[in-house]
């Protein structure tokens, strides 16, 4: 299986930062990881795919890129409602995999 | 407007057979590139991919659970089924239905269910 590695795990970050989310997987997986942003209490909603595609309707605060091994997330400008949890997957191979998550806190 | 529910009991007993139905709109499990996934998320715990059926009915397993686990879709019913046996309360999770698709080579889960809470306990 191919494990994902997130990190950190926690952040705290004021309004209007910026901010990276690393994901590194245990061995190559092309291009083929998404992104994901789970608030509270609501299902995880897609991001990013292929790596870097941003999905339609995101802001373009987020951006993804990197590819084999390590992979990040970047929100440019953080604002109040990116607070959530963001999770990675790879899809290069079954089992589908995620990592362990990182929740983004908004100081 | 694509959207995804999922449906099932929400209180289970140890050794029970678990029965999830995935109810969908907006998109045809018939369409190439299309697939219906089920993930679960156990109280205050990262995501775990469980099964995935596609269009060509390619079904794929977790292969820590794939003994316990199938997955069948009708499609004239726009459901996907997910059943899993031998409940013990480690199941105790939020099991979620998306929708897969592949877009130029790359696949994601693109819309998610909101999600249904299934507690084992005894």
């Known amino acids: 299986d191919i494990q994902l590695t997130q990190s950190p795990s926690f952040l705290s970050a004021s309004v209007g930062d910026r901010v990276t989310i690393t994901c590194r997987a245990s061995?190559?997986?092309?291009?083929?990881l998404a992104w994901y942003q789970q608030k509270p209490g609501k299902a995880p909603k897609l991001l990013i795919y292929?790596?870097?595609t941003l999905q339609s309707g995101v802001p373009s605060r987020f951006s993804g890129s990197g590819s084999g091994t390590e992979f990040s997330l970047t929100i440019s400008s953080l604002q109040p409602e990116d607070s959530a949890t963001y999770y990675c997957?790879?899809?290069?191979?079954?089992?589908?995999?995620f990592g362990g998550g990182t929740k983004v806190e908004i100081k | 407007q694509i959207t995804l529910k999922e449906s099932g009991p929400t209180l289970l007993k140890p050794t029970q057979t678990l029965t999830l139905t995935c109810t969908f709109s907006?998109?045809?499990?018939?369409?190439?590139?299309?697939?219906v996934g089920w993930i679960r998320q156990p109280p205050g715990k990262a995501l775990e991919w469980l099964a995935l059926?596609?269009?060509?009915?390619?079904?794929r397993y977790s292969p820590s659970l794939k003994s316990r686990l199938t997955i069948t879709k009708d499609t004239s019913k726009n459901q996907v089924v997910l059943t899993m046996t031998y409940m013990d309360p480690v199941d105790t999770a939020t099991y979620y239905c998306?929708?897969?698709?592949?877009?130029?080579?790359?696949?994601?889960?693109?819309?998610w269910g909101q999600g249904t809470m299934v507690t084992v306990s005894s």
């Open positions: 998306a929708q897969m698709m592949i877009l130029t080579g790359y696949g994601a889960f693109h819309i």
């Open positions: 907006g998109f045809s499990l018939t369409t190439s590139g299309v697939g």
């Open positions: 059926i596609y269009w060509d009915d390619d079904e």
């Open positions: 061995q190559g997986i092309s291009s083929y």
């Open positions: 292929a790596a870097s």
């Open positions: 997957q790879q899809l290069n191979s079954y089992p589908l995999t």
